[in-house]
């Protein structure tokens, strides 16, 4: 069933709340992967994503001089609360949310588990994931075009092996790792190449 996604979607969503539960609140304040987001920034952009609708991302997007930059960067500035508090209890509130922007519904594992790495690695947590979850979502990313933030392109050049799942997908030379990892790499986190092997590292190093 292809809606089966979304219990995977509610437990990485209650990890995380549970995870930032734990945080003091300067830690919120600590940068992410994402270039230019704080912990919180990338918080609050959990929360606009889980609240987004099909309407009403196509009514935002305009809204946004189709710039997916500037739209991201409103959703941001409009669910990030006064405190870390504020922003952690809409995030526990939107847990069970089925909106989802017009997009495969794999995309919502997608924004889950690389989000929730941006927060997790610079602050040092760590999560065992699901590994269906994970597959599922790097297997989603290989067949998006790199125009809605995919790597199809990029496997055209590269071949991923996972070393902790069965996942053999690309072409070229070869890169192998945990499945995370390689995820988090097709999704541009250079923070994830140290874990990789292989030539085609160099590949994923250039596109990242």
Do not use: K
Not at 61 to 67: E, P, Q
Not at 78 to 91: D, I, K, N, V
Not at 119 to 131: D, H, N, S
Not at 154 to 171: F, N, P, Q
């Amino acid at each position: 069933m292809v809606d089966d996604v979304w219990p995977l979607v509610y437990a990485e969503r209650a990890a995380l709340v549970e995870d930032l539960a734990r945080l003091g609140e300067e830690r919120w304040d600590e940068p992410s992967l994402c270039a230019g987001w704080t912990v919180h920034d990338v918080a609050a952009h959990l929360v606009d994503t889980a609240r987004t609708t099909r309407l009403g991302f196509v009514v935002g997007l305009a809204g946004a001089r189709f710039d997916f930059d500037r739209q991201n960067a409103l959703g941001v500035a409009r669910q990030r609360g006064a405190t870390p508090g504020e922003t952690l209890e809409r995030l526990r509130r939107v847990v069970s949310r089925r909106t989802t922007p017009p997009a495969p519904l794999d995309s919502r594992l997608v924004e889950e588990v690389v989000h929730g790495e941006d927060i997790r690695r610079p602050l040092g947590l760590a999560r065992a994931y699901p590994p269906s979850a994970v597959v599922r979502a790097l297997r989603l990313q290989a067949r998006t075009p790199a125009s809605f933030g995919g790597a199809r392109e990029l496997l055209t050049r590269v071949r991923l092996s996972a070393t902790d799942a069965e996942v053999r997908i690309g072409a070229g030379p070869e890169v192998t790792g945990p499945v995370l990892s390689l995820l988090l790499a097709v999704c541009g986190r250079e923070a994830a190449l140290g874990d990789l092997d292989g030539p085609g590292v160099a590949v994923l190093s250039a596109g990242s």
